[in-house]
């Protein structure tokens, strides 16, 4: 996407600013420069609001993990990678775990839980499709798989809302959805109309019975996909890299996407009309990039970056009501000794929270981490809200004082009121002496 330019135009007829402004209001201009210097930026000063602890490393080498669910009741962690490794992991103890074995040898890059909560699907290289069963931890290739999806390779998977169909994403646009036929068990995969060349990054289904489902990709922007499977592209979108996107929740009607570029996509959705959807981006300048997204809490995201760090998102945040970030942990504050200083250079590749400003996160190498507010610090969200509370008490207060120190006029005023008024306590304390003189010759 083109920006319009920020150089100022010039012609001949244009006058120097001193000249045009006038010598009286160049205190006020002054003023005026330094109050814009003081007004918040988006940018994230280097801050923190948690810090990481280290629980456990899953296994003592590189497991390369891509991907990781929370189950819908919130008590298990399925975890999936590379040549075929799958995991899961007690969410409130992740020492707590049960190795599954996957039964196939090739990259594992997705996995999404089925609303039910008793299965799950798992994507991944060469046209892998398995289903895990939570009551006896089997993982099965899906029946139709193998000839539906030979030779293509697949890195997004969900279910849509209700559970009855699920969609799949690939490189080079594929997308496609599927369902298991309930008379005869045997998959059924239909290639979706509509779909563009770029990669697919990420699939999420909006958890409202007949909502849409999000889909990003690397280079032609975000799609929704509706009721009917039609895949609707939304024009703006198409200038970011799209790393990630997610419907949190089912009270909120929108989607959000992260891009490499530093850039949030907020899809507010219209659930009766996808071609009424509407499509808002936002810069956030953080050092970094964005990689993905979680859910922190019922009202905020977090957003995860590489080097590895999280970006605090309230999703009704701002003036516009559309998002604002808040800093939550920045590369610099991982750690510098020992397994943190290790950490700070992995790569998050999910998590999940156990409470508003309490949660886990783990890296492709394994690694588990618990990030939670230090012990001494503010508590109630209070340590999100600080920084733009210290902002906006702060300036009014230092813009009055720029604007004296610029102003002569304001100056001699202020120092002509100080006069009045002690003179006035001079005058008064004068009269007080001579009355009480007055009383005491009397007497």
Excluded at 82 to 96: I, K, Q, R, T, V
Excluded at 254 to 263: E, I, L, P, S
Excluded at 356 to 380: K, N, R
Excluded at 422 to 434: E, G, M, S
């Amino acid at each position: 996407m083109q920006h319009p330019s920020t150089e100022p135009r010039r012609d001949k007829t244009d006058l120097p600013l001193d000249q045009l402004m006038g010598d009286r209001s160049r205190p006020l201009f002054v003023a005026a420069v330094l109050l814009l210097m003081l007004l918040p930026t988006p940018v994230l000063a280097h801050n923190t609001v948690v810090e990481l602890k280290h629980i456990r490393i899953i296994e003592l080498r590189d497991i390369g993990v891509e991907e990781s669910a929370l189950s819908p009741d919130g008590i298990d962690v399925l975890l999936v990678g590379l040549e075929g490794w799958a995991h899961l992991l007690d969410a409130a103890d992740p020492n707590a775990e049960v190795e599954l074995n996957s039964n196939d040898v090739d990259d594992l890059r997705d996995v999404d839980w089925h609303p039910r909560g008793n299965t799950a699907l798992i994507v991944g290289d060469s046209g892998t499709m398995l289903r895990y069963a939570r009551e006896d931890h089997s993982i099965t290739h899906v029946s139709g798989s193998a000839g539906a999806l030979y030779g293509q390779d697949l890195s997004a998977v969900s279910w849509d809302g209700p559970g009855n169909w699920a969609y799949l994403g690939g490189p080079g646009g594929l997308l496609m959805r599927y369902r298991e036929n309930g008379t005869t068990g045997e998959g059924e995969f239909h290639p979706l109309e509509g779909s563009r060349s770029s990669d697919i990054t990420a699939i999420d289904c909006h958890t409202v019975m007949h909502s849409h489902c999000a889909v990003s990709t690397r280079s032609d922007g975000l799609a929704l996909i509706d009721v009917n499977h039609t895949v609707h592209w939304l024009p703006t979108s198409g200038a970011t890299d799209w790393a990630d996107v997610i419907c949190p929740t089912a009270e909120l009607d929108r989607c959000v996407a992260v891009g490499r570029d530093q850039t949030v996509g907020v899809v507010l959705l219209d659930v009766n009309d996808a071609g009424n959807n509407q499509f808002h981006s936002k810069r956030v300048e953080t050092e970094g990039q964005f990689t993905g997204v979680q859910v922190r809490d019922e009202d905020s995201l977090l957003l995860t970056t590489a080097p590895l760090g999280y970006v605090d998102w309230l999703l009704e945040g701002g003036s516009d009501q559309l998002g604002q970030a808040y800093p939550w942990i920045d590369n610099d504050h991982v750690g510098e000794e020992g397994v943190l200083l290790l950490l700070s250079n992995q790569r998050i590749i999910g998590g999940w929270s156990d409470a508003s400003e309490t949660g886990y996160g783990i890296t492709s190498y394994g690694t588990v981490f618990h990030y939670a507010p230090p012990s001494d610090s503010l508590s109630d969200k209070l340590g999100s809200a600080i920084a733009p509370l210290l902002v906006i008490i702060a300036v009014p207060g230092v813009v009055l004082g720029l604007i004296y120190m610029s102003s002569p006029k304001l100056q001699k005023w202020y120092m002509g009121r100080r006069k009045a008024k002690h003179q006035a306590k001079v005058d008064a304390a004068k009269a007080a002496d001579k009355e009480r003189a007055g009383r005491k010759k009397r007497r």
